[in-house]
């Protein structure tokens, strides 16, 4: 019996090595994308939340991981080789506590481009989780980043959604 052929990967090119894939003869499109991390905080941080946020001498843990986010997001081409430099039409966190007393990132990215914003949404979810690691990290290490993943994306060649869990 045969094993299928795999699928070939995008960064590499015919003569396996790295490479930024060329974009330039793909139609400008809408591309979204929503990514999730979750930060699972020991009891005697997740006691510190109060009016949705925890207040630290660094200030406001949330907040800051908003901008941080948004900042990662905005800069993932800085961080992964072969991601394009985009200018991203909008980037909103979100940052709720769910019931479990987990701190449920999400980050919802767009742009008008010729390539998807997904790194930009996984980016953003990522750095705004290590920014609540960063900021609490004072008052204990038993901090999780946990489940970072792609929710979904729309535009370019096909559409994704993440399965329900």
Do not use: W
């Amino acid at each position: 019996m045969k094993n299928a052929p795999l699928p070939s990967l995008s960064h590499v090119d015919a003569a396996n090595r790295p490479a930024m894939v060329d974009v330039s003869g793909k139609a400008v499109t809408l591309r979204t994308a929503s990514a999730r991390a979750r930060v699972q905080l020991p009891l005697a941080i997740r006691a510190r939340i109060v009016d949705g946020d925890i207040a630290t001498a660094k200030g406001p843990v949330f907040q800051t991981a908003i901008i941080a986010g948004t900042m990662g997001a905005k800069r993932t081409h800085d961080l992964i080789p072969f991601c394009h430099p985009l200018g991203l039409s909008g980037c909103r966190i979100d940052i709720a506590v769910d019931e479990a007393g987990d701190v449920v990132i999400e980050c919802h990215v767009r742009v008008e481009n010729r390539t998807g914003v997904e790194m930009e949404a996984l980016t953003g979810a990522t750095v705004a989780a290590l920014t609540v690691y960063d900021m609490c990290k004072a008052l204990s290490h038993d901090i999780v980043i946990a489940d970072v993943r792609l929710l979904a994306k729309t535009g370019g060649k096909s559409d994704y959604a993440a399965p329900a869990t």
